[in-house]
């Protein structure tokens, strides 16, 4: 191996992002310092699966034949702790682009959360920053790194402020492959240097790491500190509660505890052993535009990729491993996604998955309901995009309705008025703007139960053609709604009310020629019973609130909308009349239906000056 001059070290400035979140951690206190370790070891060992997996098309990567392992070397005379892994390593690009650069989108957001979090330990592990979690205990940070298969070393140095330097090392030669970094303590955390502590906060964070975790303490043998076994191989009759939650935050590289676990093995024409787990928490990555999955793929114990894509993306949220039997160890991506044996692993896992959640809504609602708090958006992604499973997952949805929240489709079927043959939804962008819309004032009139969607991914698989136990959804802002079969609550006080008197021709024939082209149709709404108007969608194409959302992303065009009317209200009764006595009264009051409608659906009007000039003159003719 040939070795190069050394190059003085070169400064460079941190990102700015990495200078804020360095400052954080160099002057702030928290609770728990202990993960700085484990987050070392579990890049550590990210690093020695990436060799292996390297190793398999490049053998001479691993020169010795030895598999790759982790030592923890505390040093009390030079009051510094190193982690050594012999992994994949880093050469100079990789050194300034990992430890230089915080590659992540939800940074800022992890930032503004630590500086208002009171102990921010528990955020870390959420925002892949837990290399510089380390800042907590050091004052000075060392990596020296030799990748495999090159023939330079460098090294990175740091204090924590503004920069690091980084530099060539001169001989090469003697830097084993792998990477190794050299923690100079401050001197409050030199508890870190005790062989119990170290041995405390492995067992506790790490000890489910597939490769060997040696102490090396003064001049004695190196000695392993962790099982290294790979718990989703064992007996679930062999594992402990306590088992689970360490092996899901060494594998999810989280702080939480899993909401669900799922582990077993799968026997027969395909072999394969499952360990995965629904987190409590949300995590930070969770509506990144490639909705990346999060679980890994390993073949007989061998780590191959986090990248197999081996659950659809609504259940990106899942954390854990699928180790298969029969696959190939040298899968290339493109085997990946072409691999039927892997398809049906996919298939075949998704479905237990669910059938997992469907168990726990059953029979643990409280714990159900805190997955479905954090990742119901991203389950309801699935009633869009996935038709097999499509009914299976409106049985899982909870939605917020006009008679409570966390409300099932079979709640709610089971409680259908008499005559009620549909299940009527609206969408919007505000639970309290929806439940003042005055399209829900027919179904509110009648006691019909109607479905408040909020979410953004609702506009989305709402317009898919949907059905629940016969019963179809129906939006109560696109297309014609007729409740006239169900009887009202109020039928009684309201029987002999007096029809209206309003010429219904004549009133739909001035609005319709005082607005213009700004509305596609007129009609007599059944929707209203105390608004003066509202816009609907036509029944054919989006609803309203998807296509706001489309044109929003410049991914269509605003149709026209239709304007409903209540003849009921004196506003629109003036109409007929008002155009006779006073010249542009009518057009005027015709205008405010339409504006008052869109900024009842949170919109602004067209022409605000306008709206406001119009409001003022009808405002002055009724004083």
């Known amino acids: 191996m040939t070795t190069t001059d050394t190059a003085a070290p070169v400064s460079q400035p941190f990102q700015a992002e990495v200078a804020e979140l360095l400052n954080l951690m160099v002057h702030s206190v928290y609770s728990e310092t202990d993960i700085f370790l484990r987050e070392l070891i579990s890049n550590a060992s990210d690093a ?8 398999i098309a490049n053998p001479s990567l691993i020169s010795d034949g030895q598999s790759p392992n982790i030592t923890i070397v505390p040093d009390k005379e030079a009051n510094t702790l190193s982690i050594v892994d012999t992994g994949i390593g880093m050469d100079r690009q990789e050194l300034i682009d990992n430890l230089g650069t915080i590659a992540k989108s939800g940074t800022k957001s992890f930032l503004s959360r630590l500086t208002e979090a009171k102990d921010g330990s528990n955020l870390i592990g959420q925002f892949g920053v837990g290399f510089y979690a380390a800042f ?42 792998g990477t190794s970094i050299v923690l100079h303590l401050k001197e409050d955390a030199k508890n870190y240097l005790e062989t119990y502590e170290i041995e405390r906060i492995v067992g506790a964070y790490s000890d489910n790491i597939q490769f060997p975790i040696m102490l090396k303490d003064g ?4 000695r392993q500190i962790n099982s290294a076994s790979a718990l989703w191989q064992r007996s679930k009759s062999e594992l402990t509660p306590e088992d689970y939650s360490a092996a899901y935050k060494s594998i999810a590289h989280a702080y939480d505890e899993p909401a669900m676990t799922l582990h077993y093995r799968a026997e027969g024409r395909y072999s394969y052993a499952v360990l995965l787990f629904a987190p409590s928490q949300k995590p930070f990555d969770l509506f990144e535009p490639n909705r990346k999955g999060h679980v890994k793929l390993y073949v007989r114990r061998v780590f191959i990729t986090d990248d197999a894509d081996l659950l659809p993306s609504y259940l990106r949220f899942i954390r854990g491993v699928i180790d298969a039997e029969d696959l190939p160890l040298n899968l290339s991506r493109e085997m990946l996604q072409n691999n039927p044996q892997l398809a049906q692993i996919r298939k075949a896992v998704a479905t237990r998955v669910i059938g997992e959640l469907e168990t726990l809504s059953e029979k643990d609602a409280e714990t159900f309901a805190k997955i479905w708090d954090a990742f119901g958006p991203v389950i309801k992604e699935g009633i869009y995009e996935d038709f097999e499973r499509r009914e299976k997952l409106l049985a899982l949805s ?13 709640d709610y079927v089971a409680d259908l008025k008499p005559n009620q043959t549909e299940i009527y939804y609206l969408a919007g962008d505000s639970l309290d703007r929806l439940k003042s819309n005055p399209k829900l004032e027919a179904a509110k009139s009648r006691g019909i ?49 007096p029809k209206t008197e309003t010429d219904e021709a004549a009133t739909i024939a001035i609005i319709k020629d005082a607005l213009g082209e700004r509305v ?31 044109a929003m992303q410049n991914r269509g065009s605003v149709t026209k909308p239709i304007l409903e009317i209540n003849l009921r209200h004196p506003l629109v009764a003036k109409i007929a009349g008002a155009d006779k006595a006073t010249g542009g009264e009518a057009s005027d009051i015709s205008f405010l239906l339409l504006e008052q409608a869109q900024i009842l659906d949170g919109e602004l009007p067209e022409d605000p000056a306008a709206f406001a000039s119009r409001l003022n003159r009808l405002v002055l003719r009724g004083l």
Request: with cysteine; proline share 4%.
């Open 136 to 177: 907590m205990v050091a004052e000075k940070i060392v990596v020296t790194s030799h990748r495999a298969g090159t023939h330079d070393a460098f090294t990175w140095t740091s204090t924590g402020g503004a920069g690091f330097e980084i530099g060539q090392v001169a001989d090469a030669a003697s830097v084993p492959t």
């Open 520 to 550: 596609s149709d007129v009609k007599v709404s059944t929707r209203l019973t105390t608004s003066a108007s509202c816009l609907v969608a036509g029944g054919a194409g989006p609803d309203r609130e998807l296509e706001r959302m489309l």
């Open 48 to 55: 020695c699966d990436k060799l292996r997996y390297e190793a």
């Open 219 to 222: 001049d004695a043998e190196p």
């Open 398 to 410: 909870r939605f917020t309705t006009t008679s409570g929240e966390k409300r099932s489709l079979k």
């Open 449 to 497: 139960e109607v479905l408040l969607l909020t979410d953004a991914v609702d506009a989305f698989w709402s317009s898919a053609p949907l059905d629940f136990d016969g019963k179809p959804l129906k939006s109560l802002s696109q297309g014609e709604v007729n409740l006239d079969l169900i009887p009202r609550i109020d039928d009684e006080a309201t029987k002999d009310e």
